[in-house]
């Protein structure tokens, strides 16, 4: 490539400047974090499977007990936590896969990171509530 | 066997699955009418099968993640390698989908 046709002056080569950059524009990092969300899920998955069963079949005063206690409240919000940030990641993914306008595509982005947020935020709230009895 | 749509695809479905989960945590924080509705909607036969079929998905996502972290690691490309790690997770994922189920109303969950 002649220097003309390089967009910008830059000291970089062509090649450096998009070297690590997937289509996201953002390098490995996703990757990584998504990969490693997966794996946390994968060691709660058991613990959370054990407390969902510890509710079944009982009423809320008995469900707030057990929600609100302090090991079933860690394991849920690293659960939640983990699930928030692995399933934002998958649906950037799925995104960049199949919205191609730009502008839509950035707008999709956006509501993503909203949702996976809320949910997160709602999740933790309710257990910091059922765990202070507040 | 192309089932990297299906993971994707149960991807998707867990993303607003989670709903379900925030929904219960809420209605339990909320008190006993916000979690009669949770109550009423998990008794019900369309509830039922909805979260039947988000603990399917959860499981089968699962698995199948687990077969791409064994790709990610650079293991299981031979052809009969793929062939069981697919099956692998397909049939892991509903078998443990039922397993679930069996000590879900083993315990008393049907109710």
């Known amino acids: 490539m002649s220097a003309s046709e390089t967009p910008k002056r830059s000291m970089r080569t062509p090649l450096g400047r998009v070297r690590n950059l997937g289509a996201a524009h953002s390098g490995t990092s996703d990757f990584w974090r998504q990969r490693m969300t997966g794996v946390a899920m994968t060691l709660l998955i058991l613990p959370v499977l054990v407390v969902v069963m510890m509710t079944l079949g009982s009423n809320q005063a008995g469900a707030k007990v057990i929600l609100g206690s302090l090991p079933v409240a860690v394991i849920l919000l690293l659960f939640i936590f983990a699930s928030a940030w692995h399933m ?18 950035l707008a999709s982005v956006m509501l993503n990171n909203f949702f996976a947020i809320a949910v997160a935020l ?3 709230y309710a257990i ?3 765990s202070s009895g507040v | 066997m192309a089932l990297s749509i299906v993971h ?6 867990l993303y607003f699955g989670t709903l379900l989960l925030a929904w219960w945590l809420i209605a339990a924080a909320l008190g006993p009418a916000a979690y009669s509705y949770v109550q009423a909607f998990t008794g019900s036969i369309i509830g039922r099968l909805i979260v039947f079929g988000y603990t399917w998905a959860l ?5 199948s993640g687990i077969r791409h972290f064994v790709w990610d690691l650079g293991y299981g490309f031979k052809a009969n ?3 069981a790690l697919t099956w ?8 443990l989908t039922v397993l679930i189920w069996i000590i879900a ?3 008393g969950g049907g109710r």
């Open chain 2, 8 to 13: 994707r695809a149960t991807g998707v479905a």
């Open chain 2, 88 to 95: 692998g997770a397909l049939i892991g994922g509903i078998a």
């Open chain 2, 81 to 83: 390698e793929r062939e």
């Open chain 1, 88 to 105: 934002k990641i998958g649906m950037q993914v799925v995104i960049e896969d199949y919205v191609h306008n730009e502008k839509v595509k």
């Open chain 1, 122 to 124: 709602a999740s933790t």
């Open chain 2, 59 to 63: 499981m089968h996502h699962m698995l």
């Open chain 2, 105 to 107: 109303y083993a315990i």
């Open chain 1, 128 to 130: 910091f509530k059922l």
